[in-house]
């Protein structure tokens, strides 16, 4: 009589932490699919990547760009034109979606094995240097928001510096995505200072409907078209929402709700956006000089207008864009690195089992924290540059994200069709000459009329 031989121990797949947390997530999934009454709570499970994804892109320096904007013109070309280019975003993002769906595989994984290691290693030391001085910038912003209250510039750091670890060590996707999703709300603070700035309203309607007035076309109206493009799509976004996805464990029946999720926060981050432009807009009707303005300067400048709960608003606004943007920004440098040189890189990960994964978000983000609290540290100088790294390295992630979105072997019935590669190539122009001219005019300054 023959024996059944079981598998050693050496041959079975050993079952970390993450994989219990992971499952036990999907199956609330496939129960809320069964359930007869489970459409809601199907889409609180799902949602997370994409609105965070685009909800963390309103950072601070994205929030001041759109305040810059509203205050140097006014209602106007700018507000519709903030919508279009979050148009622009959920058509990129969506297909990080696909790619993580289809895949199982985080952004630049799927970059090392496609295009090979020099590729791989371009697109992650990209990363890195533009998510460490993007992140730099959020300490910026958060350190002036909270200036406003008084707070002092380094228990201001050091606060968001803690809620940081706080947040990332809870070892728990699910948890991570909830409380980013709650600290992602507040970026809807922009909506009552709006309010509080007493807009016309019929103003508001025929800039919509009109685009108009439309501003002259000089240096200062160009830079500021293309700077509100920057604020819109960057290289962290693409590989933070598709590994976050593969984190959460979306599958080929999670796409709808994937596409729902980043649409919804295109819209939340547009509608945030556009609600941050108009609540500075008093200072545009008073003629106020806004060109030199930094975070809490805009909130102190707005106090006659809008009062001090407008300004307040404002300003925690400015705290709350730094401080997810940092959570987020930091965890695509880690998911990155951690995909690249294979070792674990989940946030449902045991501190034991995923420390080089911890120790790099934390460390990224100590070393931002570092930078900001340098005595004379040339900050101005600094977010300048990352403004303009940000568009020039647009280009590169756009066609990385292309070519492997168009891979059948890969990407199998959920690679793009015609119509998706016609607005995604439109895009990927439009972005591409956004950050040559950008690049161009802050280099150059000279050659755009005065």
Not at 149 to 164: D, E, H, N, R, Y
């Amino acid at each position: 009589m023959a024996h059944t031989v079981m598998p050693s121990s050496q041959e079975l797949p050993r079952v970390t932490s993450e994989d219990l947390k992971r499952a036990r997530d999907r199956l609330r999934v496939a129960q809320a699919r069964r359930h007869r009454w489970g459409k809601l709570s199907l889409l609180w499970l799902l949602i997370g990547p994409g609105v965070l994804v685009m909800l963390g892109e309103n950072d601070a320096p994205s929030m001041l760009s759109y305040a810059a904007t509203g205050a140097t013109y006014g209602p106007g070309f700018f507000l519709p034109f903030i919508l279009v280019t979050f148009l622009m975003a959920f058509i990129v993002q969506e297909m990080t979606v696909r790619l993580a769906a289809a895949t199982h595989r985080g952004h630049a994984e799927l970059i090392f094995e496609r295009f090979g290691p020099f590729w791989g290693a371009f697109a992650l030391v990209d990363l890195a240097l533009g998510n460490l001085m993007t992140l730099v910038t959020e300490f910026i912003g958060i350190r002036a928001g909270l200036g406003f209250f008084g707070v002092p510039p380094v228990l201001a750091v050091l606060l968001a510096l803690a809620v940081i670890a706080l947040v990332v060590l809870t070892r728990r996707y699910w948890t991570w995505e909830r409380i980013g999703l709650a600290l992602a709300t507040f970026n809807l603070v922009f909506i009552p200072v709006a309010v509080l700035a007493h807009p016309d309203p019929g103003q508001l309607l025929a800039a919509f409907l009109t685009w108009q007035p439309i501003p002259r076309w000089d240096q200062t109206t160009l830079l500021l078209l293309l700077a509100d493009i920057g604020a819109t799509v960057t290289p962290w976004m693409l590989f933070f929402q598709q590994s976050a996805s593969v984190d959460k464990g979306v599958t080929g029946q999670d796409i709808a709700h994937g596409r729902l999720d980043t649409a919804l926060g295109a819209l939340l981050a547009a509608v945030a956006g556009i609600a941050t432009a108009i609540a500075t807009s008093p200072l545009f009707a008073h003629h106020v000089n806004a060109s030199s303005f930094a975070g809490a300067d805009f909130a102190r400048a707005l106090l006659p207008y809008v009062g001090r709960v407008g300004a307040s608003l404002f300003a925690l606004g400015i705290v709350e864009a730094g401080l997810l943007a940092a959570i987020t920004i930091a965890s695509s440098s880690a998911y990155a690195f951690g995909e690249v040189t294979r070792q674990p890189h989940s946030l449902n990960r045991s501190w034991r089992e995923g420390w080089p994964f911890y120790c790099v978000l934390l460390v990224a983000a100590g070393l931002a924290a570092a930078v900001v609290l340098i005595p004379n540290a040339p900050l101005e100088f600094i977010v300048l540059i990352v403004n303009v790294y940000a568009v020039l390295s647009m280009p590169p992630a756009l066609v990385f994200l292309t070519v492997l979105v168009n891979d059948r072997e890969i990407m199998g019935e959920q690679a793009n069709g015609s119509l998706a590669n016609v607005l995604t190539v439109t895009v990927t122009l439009l972005i591409c000459l956004a950050g040559l001219v950008y690049g161009i005019a802050t280099v150059f300054p000279g050659l755009l009329p005065s």
